[in-house]
């Protein structure tokens, strides 16, 4: 078992930025890679960016690309999302997701086994 539980969300305006966290507990963070997704309202899930279990590969949504950097510390076994030059667009419940049976990136959806609760962005114009 896995728990993952996300914090740093809130309201910032247009051009802003924000930190999201995850912390992991329940199994050694360091053997299994993570993404970070969001949900829009009236939306499907999407895929935001990845990183694998020892930081070396990420990838990005194609949406975030160039403004989000997902990072991670496995000694304190937590994850990050730095968000810069947020946009209204960017506003959604962002979820962040353990992949516990492969240590390598993936943006599959299905891929992952484990989810927190999800934390509020919200991007005003």
């Known amino acids: 078992q896995v728990q993952l539980v996300e914090s740093g969300g809130g309201l910032v305006q247009a051009g802003g930025s924000l930190r999201l966290s995850c912390a992991a507990s329940?199994?050694?963070?360091?053997?299994?890679?993570m993404g970070w997704f969001r949900q829009a309202p009236g939306k499907e899930r999407e895929f935001v960016a990845t990183?694998?279990?020892?930081?070396?590969?990420?990838y990005y949504g194609g949406s975030v690309k160039g403004r989000f950097t997902i990072s991670r510390d496995n000694a304190k076994n937590t994850m990050y999302l730095q968000m810069n030059t947020l946009k209204p667009e960017d506003t959604a419940v962002y979820y962040c997701?353990?992949?516990?049976?492969?240590?390598?990136?993936?943006?599959?959806?299905?891929?992952?086994?484990?989810w927190g609760q999800g934390t509020q962005v919200t991007v005003s114009s």
């Open positions: 329940g199994r050694t963070f360091s053997g299994f890679s």
């Open positions: 990183i694998s279990w020892n930081g070396d590969d990420t």
């Open positions: 997701a353990a992949e516990t049976r492969s240590p390598f990136a993936t943006s599959r959806i299905s891929d992952y086994d484990y």
